[in-house]
């Protein structure tokens, strides 16, 4: 089973421009999860999709957007970037019970911004 | 605001034991987890803990938590050079206070450095 995709890698952007992040879920998992992680922050939770819908939204303001296609698949965006948007954007899909949250995350996107 | 602390650092020697503490704050968290994460790499889930349990083992792994003094730790037997990495503990965050099933609140990570 393909675990979770992210692209692209790495990148480079500058300030003011914007950024589109991508995140291919496992096969089956409806829920998409996204994260920032910071060295001063660390992992800080940014929105969760499920069927299409925003199911949940953190504390980021509204240049940090994302949205859910009908196959699951996932991308968030970045508008007039700023240095301090610098991290490592990770994804995590899961499927919804009501049990255990168990997120599968993929190995990221590191953003760099100049 | 809910709160997950974890100690920055430990050491150890290979074949010790290793022990990663985490204090969180909610009180209703109903599964706390332990994920790891090398140089690299994303988070992978090492093992999750009902509330009203209080051990759990899965082979290396051991996981204790004390609900009353909500304190969560994480004992890896015989620490081998490849547990090196960082290691998160994270809970959910209740319903009635936004959480869902994708939002976990994390600790900033403890980095385990394993010494031959």
């Known amino acids: 089973k393909a675990g979770v995709t992210q692209t692209p890698r790495y990148l480079i952007k500058t300030r003011g421009q914007q950024v589109t992040l991508s995140c291919s879920p496992i096969?089956?998992?409806?829920?998409v999860s996204w994260y920032q992680q910071t060295p001063g922050q660390g992992l800080q939770f940014l929105f969760e999709y499920f069927s299409e819908t925003q199911r949940n939204k953190g504390n980021f303001p509204g240049r940090f957007s994302g949205r859910q296609f009908s196959n699951s698949r996932s991308e968030m965006n970045v508008s007039t970037l700023e240095l301090g948007d610098s991290a490592l954007y990770l994804c995590a899909s899961s499927i919804p019970t009501s049990g255990a949250n168990v997120l599968t995350f993929g190995a990221g996107s590191r953003l760099t911004v100049l | 605001g809910e709160d997950v602390e974890q100690s920055l650092f430990l050491s150890v020697r290979e074949g010790d034991s290793s022990v990663i503490n985490c204090t969180y704050t909610?009180?209703?968290?109903?599964?706390l987890y332990w994920y790891k994460q090398e140089p690299g790499a994303g988070l992978q889930l090492l093992t999750y803990i009902f509330s009203n349990m209080d051990m759990k083992q899965d082979q290396r792994l051991t996981v204790l938590l004390n609900k009353k003094d909500k304190h969560l730790s994480l004992r890896i037997a015989d620490t081998q050079t490849g547990d090196s990495a960082i290691y998160f503990c994270a809970e959910s965050q209740p319903m009635n206070y936004g959480g869902s099933q994708g939002n976990l609140i994390f600790g900033k990570g403890t980095k385990l450095s394993v010494k031959p």
């Open positions: 096969s089956g998992h409806r829920s």
């Open positions: 909610d009180s209703s968290s109903t599964y």
